[in-house]
């Protein structure tokens, strides 16, 4: 089965950066690359989304903070600066194509003094 597999998750201090990368499928007819994050007790929400033209949107609550890319053969990114408490979650991407829908396992980003 494919999966998808987030690295470069940890801990960090307030104000500090950490760049998850997402391991995609490599298939062809990719529509959007999907960032989301569930803090604990708190429903899933979507903070970026990279299209396969390389267009992008950001929830407002890390615009200007994240920065989500693509190396358009099969890795994502998701740069993560000026990170705060609020942002400690579970990150997990998802992968969407014509007719193909992948998650990852998700991966843990906490923030802390």
């Known amino acids: 089965q494919v999966h998808l597999v987030e690295s470069g998750g940890g801990s960090v201090q307030p104000g500090g950066s950490l760049r998850l990368s997402c391991a995609g499928s490599?298939?062809?007819?990719?529509?959007?690359v999907n960032w989301y994050r569930q803090a604990l007790g708190q429903q899933r929400e979507l903070i970026a989304a990279?299209?396969?033209?390389?267009?992008t949107v950001y929830a407002n609550s890390v615009k200007g903070r994240f920065t989500v890319s693509t190396d358009n053969e099969k890795n994502t990114y998701l740069q993560m600066n000026n990170l705060q408490p609020e942002d400690t979650a579970t990150y997990t991407c998802?992968?969407?194509?014509?007719?193909?829908?992948?998650w990852g396992q998700g991966i843990q980003v906490t923030v802390s003094s």
């Open positions: 998802n992968e969407v194509g014509t007719d193909y829908n992948y």
């Open positions: 490599g298939r062809k007819l990719l529509l959007a």
């Open positions: 990279i299209t396969a033209g390389g267009d």
